[in-house]
């Protein structure tokens, strides 16, 4: 085994860098560079740092040596936390890429090491990633959840009733002349039956973890002039989209990013919805209306006119979507199901950020259970329960009891592969391949 060096830390200027070398030859990096041992284990130590090709003094450092197995990788390893000034942290990695026993590590190969090693599994180390990239408390907490085990504990329980199932099944294939006590296949359909309901039950959840994780889309939509590029200003607390009383001023979507109540929210300003002047606007009214039907939540807004009268309307609106009346300050309105506010005069805006709070989270948000976050993850449960609802139908029909056992061999195999304890392979550089050098 190789053994591997990186900054672990971010990149650029900082108060103190991290650099981690996990491998057998960890503790003679550390020899090398400071002239002694790498101390006990989880006891920082602060020693000088030399290059080893002129003894010239690199740093003054603290060192961390974790005794293999008890590290993150699983293997020995020493970290290095010196001043994080550029010079010192390109000083300390140039060292060690002197050394001939070390190299440089690739993007994600420490938590790799850590999941071949039987520290991790895959939906643990998912849910690392997802906390290095965590921009809301919300993610935070739900990718904390998934990093220690919980969404992992809950597949491998089903896996393990599902093998308890497969092998009675696989006992009536053995030893189809034994008596086998209690008549094991008329046991196996209610035990079949309750995990295919508990999968089910997991996946109808209006995929809320994945929501989270990717963000929520929300389209702002309606006619020229009725305040779209306000009201998104104003959610955004800056000038991110330019508001003017000429109509079409807006011929292109428009995002900003928010956190609405821990949950991500990419909110799309749209060109306004009526019939093209010229090639331009048309092209901006056709990314309008495919924003629209692809956003998770709509703002459709229409505005009253100075004459009492409405312009623009709600028919584009979507059950669950937020109908928003703007420019209330020119004249009273009663219009059932929509929010009345004024980009003008701030009259109602504080109710509608409350509105969209609330749906947002109602959509993404964290759940008593964790929840699912990835398609890998759904595609295996559905080729999970597909499995199960096959064995349950052959054990119906009262078909061969070896279509049974490998209906439910190829559920169990399913749920493996979330976590990674079968066909690992094919998968490691899908979940690996988002991961930075260091990680």
């Known amino acids: 085994m190789e053994t591997i060096y990186a900054l672990s830390s971010a990149a650029g200027r900082a108060g103190v860098a991290v650099i981690r070398v996990s491998g057998p030859a960890s503790a003679d990096a550390v020899r090398v560079l400071t002239g002694e041992g790498p101390g006990r284990p989880r006891e920082a130590v602060l020693r000088t740092l030399r290059d080893p090709r002129d003894a010239s003094i690199l740093d003054r450092a603290l060192i961390l040596w974790f005794e293999g197995p008890a590290s993150f990788t699983g293997e020995d390893v020493a970290e290095f936390h010196v001043h994080g000034g550029r010079a010192v942290v390109d000083g300390v990695l140039v060292a060690l890429g002197r050394l001939p026993a070390l190299r440089i590590a690739t993007a994600g190969e420490f938590t790799r090491r850590a999941f071949e090693n039987g520290k991790l599994d895959l939906t643990e180390v998912e849910g690392l990633a997802d906390l290095i990239e965590a921009e809301t408390a919300a993610q935070r907490i739900q990718a904390l959840r998934q990093m220690e085990g919980a969404l992992g504990h809950i597949y491998e329980g089903w896996r393990g009733r599902l093998m308890r199932v497969l092998a009675h099944a696989e006992a009536e294939i053995d030893f189809p002349e034994e008596e086998i006590p209690g008549d094991l296949t008329r046991k196996l359909g209610p035990e079949i039956t309750r995990l295919a309901d508990e999968i089910r039950n997991h996946l109808d959840d209006g995929r809320r973890g994945e929501r989270l994780r990717d963000g929520v889309e929300v389209a702002i939509i309606g006619p020229p002039n009725v305040g779209k590029s306000s009201l998104l200003n104003w959610l955004a607390r800056r000038e991110a989209a330019i508001v003017s009383d000429e109509a079409g001023t807006t011929r292109d979507v428009l995002e900003v990013r928010l956190d609405l109540g821990g949950v991500p929210v990419t909110l799309a300003d749209t060109a306004g919805l009526r019939d093209a002047v010229n090639a331009v606007e048309q092209e901006g009214v056709r990314r309008a209306l495919a924003r ?25 609106a979507r059950e669950g979507d937020l109908r928003v009346l703007n420019k209330a300050d020119l004249g009273p309105s009663n219009l059932p199901g929509a929010i009345l506010v004024s980009a003008a005069t701030g009259e109602g805006l504080d109710w509608l950020e409350e509105a ?29 329960l597909g499995g199960l609802e096959r064995a349950l139908g052959a054990l119906r029909e009262e078909r061969a009891i070896e279509l049974v056992a490998e209906d439910l061999r190829l559920a169990a195999r399913s749920l493996g592969r979330i976590t990674g304890r079968v066909d690992v392979e094919d998968l490691l550089d899908i979940v690996f391949r988002d991961f930075c050098i260091g990680k």
């Open 292 to 316: 629209a039907e692809g956003a998770d939540l709509r703002i459709v807004v229409a505005a009253l006119r100075p004459d009492g009268g409405l312009e623009g309307d709600f028919s584009l």
């Open 356 to 384: 969209l709070t609330q749906l947002v989270g109602g959509k993404a948000g964290i759940a008593e259970t964790p929840a699912i976050t990835r398609g890998r993850h759904r595609e295996g449960l559905l080729a999970c």
